[in-house]
């Protein structure tokens, strides 16, 4: 049995057990209908709340076990990664935009943006209507979820921490940067999903969260194949062995582990507490 069948069994395991939790500790008046007959659905904001707590694993896996140890080990990521004479890799922020337009071509309709009031790319400006929630998300320091009219979605903006010294110092640094005074944990941005549905079923929870895994594993994958072709610097060894132990680097099976491990960890921990009273 392939990885992949392992993750989405344990992840059936995990909502099979959710369901069975939820169905015996019903009501009388629900216990009294046959259990083939439950069905249960997840609001959109559900679906954001779990998505979001996905994306924050994946992404802090990749910024701290990647970029983080990596540039200590030698190796560089930058915004011009995927040009042929850079021999680097992508920022988090451009992981995310890639993972973003990954998830775009799948066949589920779900949008991700990470956008800012203060951006260093113009393309990442709040407009309209989001703009308006980006105010209110930095008073309260809260997600906000919302209906845009204008899109006909369902919309949900979470905060995204300056949560680093890295964090402050490049935005400040960085030439395009609209705002060099930020600060440790400033509000510098919000990661906003969009889905067009109002609720979904398991198989379709399951569905949004096996493509952003993938769209996110492929973007790993397109970055170790960037590294097999450097053409200045050394190529480090891809292997079962992380930047944090020198110059190497988790292939897509070992990384896609870590992912799987920490994603699973989230699923019974997040969303068990998120339905549960
Ligand atoms: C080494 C430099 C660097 C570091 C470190 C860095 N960023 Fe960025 N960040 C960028 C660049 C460059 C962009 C623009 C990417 C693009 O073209 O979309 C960006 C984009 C963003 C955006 C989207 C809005 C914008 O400015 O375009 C947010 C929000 C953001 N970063 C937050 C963070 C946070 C939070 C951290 C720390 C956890 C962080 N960044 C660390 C360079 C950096």
């Not at 979820?145 to 903006?157: G, I, L, P």
């Not at 096996?210 to 960037?226: F, G, H, T």
Request: hydrophobic share 40%.
């Amino acid at each position: 049995m392939s990885r992949k069948s392992i993750f989405i069994l344990g992840l059936i395991l995990v909502f099979v057990t959710f369901n069975v939790y939820l169905f015996y500790s019903a009501p009388e008046d629900v216990n009294n209908t046959r259990a083939e007959e439950v069905e249960y659905t997840y609001s959109s904001q559900e679906l954001f709340t779990i998505l979001a707590g996905v994306n924050d694993k994946t992404r802090t896996l990749y910024t701290k076990s990647i970029v983080g140890s990596g540039k200590k080990a030698g190796l560089k990521f930058d915004e011009n990664w995927e040009l042929d004479n850079v021999d680097a890799g992508p920022l988090p922020a451009l992981f995310l935009r890639e993972t973003s337009l990954l998830i775009e071509k799948s066949p589920v309709e779900l949008g991700l943006y990470l956008g800012s009031d203060f951006p260093i790319s113009k393309a990442n400006k709040f407009e309209g209507l989001q703009s308006k929630k980006f105010q209110q998300l930095k008073k309260d320091e809260s997600p906000q979820f919302f209906f845009d009219k204008a899109s006909k979605r369902n919309v949900a903006m979470f905060p995204d921490f300056a949560s680093a010294n890295a964090c402050v110092q490049c935005h400040n640094n960085h030439k395009q940067s609209p705002k060099i005074d930020w600060e440790l944990m400033d509000v510098m941005g919000a990661t906003t999903w969009s889905i067009s549905a109002d609720s979904l079923t398991t198989d379709q929870l399951m569905e949004y969260i096996s493509v952003y895994k993938n769209s996110a594993l492929d973007v790993y994958s397109s970055y170790l194949d960037k590294v097999k072709g450097f053409k200045e610097s050394e190529i480090p060894s891809i292997g079962d062995r992380w930047p944090s132990e020198g110059y190497f680097l988790p292939n897509v099976m070992t990384f896609t582990d870590s992912v799987d491990n920490l994603i699973s960890k989230h699923l019974l921990n997040d969303i068990f507490k998120t339905r549960l009273p």
